[in-house]
């Protein structure tokens, strides 16, 4: 231990916050997790990403890897072991214009990344808040405002940069490491630190966006009529229908229905989102065209002691009918739990099954439900989760890793078919094989 650390002190250019320190508080815990770590390692360089990553290694020391922190199961810290803070690493530089190609750094969020390109009138389709970090969502998935017709974040991603469990330097590409490549779009965490990725951003103009509010008592009908017109609607439209929300009312709240219509063509847009309006009485409705920049939100921090629960499931056509039917009543129930419908589809659909390790090209929904409050609030709500789940199951199928709280086999079984997951483990063995890289929703090497 000793030797390691020396060797990490000597190598090692960034922060080294342990302990004691009055950064520590802060640098130890993630956006929605605590951690007691004995390490945390800010890099500066990708230099002392290898340090960081030898160090781990040879110390046997849990590793935790750290972009922006908002994983749901908090694998961003950790007690008594190292985590690397990639914040540091967080350049967006376009490298090709004529190609729109991108690299930015593994630490950066989307929020910097949006703002950096908005002047340039490219974008990527990312996730909707600024502070999530482009590696987390992008590694396992990416479903934002722009899914439909740009697709997952990581189908967008034309190469990578990153530090293996053996502290080398190696690039992934159709090209080079074509399996790695494949791997790490939809394989999370399992296979290295990507220190820099390549993107190829699109050109782009403001958005129609904005909240399309209706009474909870329609919500039924609206459901079912949203997800019919999503089938048919443009792929500029990409849709979000919130509902349930406690802190709006529980079974009383408005149905929410987002909306972001890619392009700034008014009779389009309305061409595109009208139909939406007239799925039953109308309580608001607040679209406007925005830059798409402005469009990403905040994201929130819970305070002390609020935990989350997060579940959620994909939903193939044939299923639509009886699973919106389903939510609906339990958003009806008291003590529902916040319940997120979003459209996918469309270009997410279009990439080959098995071009990628992202293993759900053929859903057309995605559902999730929230649950926050203090400890003994979410003890006494997994019951009713349960049920709520159980009725579910027949008619859902897989799990979405980026809107996870937990990490079990059964959890990894369903983020990855039995043909995905024999493919990723044997890239698992090849890159891992003692599984440095655990901390995750762990694909174990073959």
């Given at each position: 231990?000793?030797?390691?650390?020396?060797?990490?002190?000597?190598?090692?250019?960034?922060?080294?916050?342990?302990?004691?320190?009055?950064?520590?508080?802060?640098?130890?815990?993630?956006?929605?997790a605590s951690g007691s770590p004995a390490y945390v390692l800010r890099p500066e360089n990708v230099g002392d990403v290898q340090a960081g990553v030898?160090?781990?290694?040879?110390?046997?020391?849990?590793?935790?890897?750290?972009?922006?922190?908002?994983?749901?199961?908090?694998?961003?810290?950790?007690?008594?072991?190292?985590?690397?803070?990639?914040?540091?690493l967080a350049n967006v530089q376009i490298i090709d214009k004529e190609r729109h190609l991108v690299r930015i750094g593994g630490g950066a969020d989307?929020?910097?990344?949006?703002?950096?390109?908005?002047?340039?009138?490219?974008?990527?389709?990312?996730?909707?808040?600024?502070?999530?970090?482009?590696?987390?969502?992008?590694?396992?998935?990416?479903?934002?405002?722009?899914?439909?017709?740009?697709?997952?974040?990581?189908?967008?991603v034309v190469a990578a940069e990153m530090v293996t469990a053996d502290g080398q330097v190696v690039h992934a590409s159709a090209r080079e490491n074509?399996?790695?490549?494949?791997?790490?779009?939809?394989?999370?965490?399992?296979?290295?630190?990507?220190?820099?990725?390549?993107?190829?951003?699109?050109?782009?103009?403001?958005?129609?966006?904005?909240?399309?509010?209706?009474?909870?008592?329609?919500?039924?009908?609206?459901?079912?009529?949203?997800?019919?017109?999503?089938?048919?609607?443009?792929?500029?439209?990409?849709?979000?229908?919130?509902?349930?929300?406690?802190?709006?009312?529980?079974?009383?709240?408005?149905?929410?229905?987002?909306?972001?219509?890619?392009?700034?063509?008014?009779?389009?847009?309305?061409?595109?989102?009208?139909?939406?309006?007239?799925?039953?009485?109308?309580?608001?409705?607040?679209?406007?065209?925005?830059?798409?920049?402005?469009?990403?939100?905040?994201?929130?921090?819970?305070?002390?002691?609020?935990?989350?629960?997060?579940?959620?499931?994909?939903?193939?056509?044939?299923?639509?009918?009886?699973?919106?039917?389903?939510?609906?009543?339990?958003?009806?129930?008291?003590?529902?739990?916040?319940?997120?419908?979003?459209?996918?589809?469309?270009?997410?659909?279009?990439?080959?099954?098995?071009?990628?390790?992202?293993?759900?090209?053929?859903?057309?929904?995605?559902?999730?439900?929230?649950?926050?409050?203090?400890?003994?609030?979410?003890?006494?709500?997994?019951?009713?989760?349960?049920?709520?789940?159980?009725?579910?199951?027949?008619?859902?199928?897989?799990?979405?890793?980026?809107?996870?709280?937990?990490?079990?086999?059964?959890?990894?079984?369903?983020?990855?078919?039995?043909?995905?997951?024999?493919?990723?483990?044997?890239?698992?063995?090849?890159?891992?094989?003692?599984?440095?890289?655990?901390?995750?929703?762990?694909?174990?090497?073959?």
């Amino acid at each position: 231990m000793n030797s390691a650390l020396e060797s990490l002190r000597r190598d090692f250019g960034g922060d080294i916050i342990e302990p004691g320190r009055a950064e520590y508080e802060s640098a130890s815990r993630s956006v929605l997790a605590s951690g007691s770590p004995a390490y945390v390692l800010r890099p500066e360089n990708v230099g002392d990403v290898q340090a960081g990553v030898r160090f781990a290694a040879r110390t046997g020391l849990r590793l935790s890897v750290r972009g922006g922190g908002h994983g749901f199961a908090g694998f961003g810290t950790n007690d008594g072991g190292v985590v690397i803070d990639l914040g540091e690493l967080a350049n967006v530089q376009i490298i090709d214009k004529e190609r729109h190609l991108v690299r930015i750094g593994g630490g950066a969020d989307w929020g910097q990344v949006s703002a950096a390109l908005a002047p340039h009138g490219l974008a990527i389709s990312s996730g909707d808040t600024r502070s999530v970090g482009v590696g987390g969502l992008t590694l396992t998935g990416g479903i934002g405002w722009k899914v439909r017709k740009y697709g997952l974040a990581l189908d967008n991603v034309v190469a990578a940069e990153m530090v293996t469990a053996d502290g080398q330097v190696v690039h992934a590409s159709a090209r080079e490491n074509p399996e790695l490549f494949w791997a790490i779009r939809g394989g999370g965490g399992n296979f290295g630190i990507v220190t820099a990725f390549e993107f190829a951003a699109h050109p782009t103009t403001d958005v129609f966006y904005g909240r399309i509010l209706f009474p909870a008592s329609e919500v039924a009908g609206v459901l079912q009529g949203w997800a019919y017109h999503l089938r048919t609607a443009p792929r500029d439209l990409t849709s979000v229908v919130n509902f349930a929300n406690p802190f709006a009312g529980g079974p009383e709240a408005p149905v929410e229905i987002h909306v972001a219509f890619d392009g700034d063509d008014p009779q389009l847009a309305a061409k595109a989102i009208d139909p939406i309006r007239g799925l039953g009485t109308l309580i608001d409705d607040d679209v406007s065209l925005k830059p798409y920049a402005d469009i990403l939100v905040d994201g929130a921090t819970p305070p002390p002691g609020i935990q989350l629960i997060t579940r959620g499931a994909f939903v193939d056509t044939d299923s639509v009918p009886e699973v919106l039917q389903i939510l609906a009543e339990v958003g009806a129930a008291e003590g529902a739990p916040f319940i997120a419908v979003r459209s996918v589809g469309a270009a997410v659909s279009q990439v080959p099954h098995d071009a990628t390790a992202y293993a759900h090209r053929q859903a057309e929904l995605m559902v999730t439900t929230t649950t926050a409050g203090p400890k003994p609030v979410i003890e006494a709500a997994r019951p009713a989760l349960d049920v709520i789940w159980d009725r579910l199951a027949p008619h859902v199928n897989g799990l979405y890793a980026n809107f996870l709280t937990s990490a079990t086999d059964k959890d990894v079984a369903a983020i990855y078919p039995p043909e995905t997951y024999e493919r990723l483990a044997a890239a698992k063995h090849h890159y891992d094989p003692t599984n440095l890289f655990a901390h995750n929703h762990n694909v174990r090497p073959q």
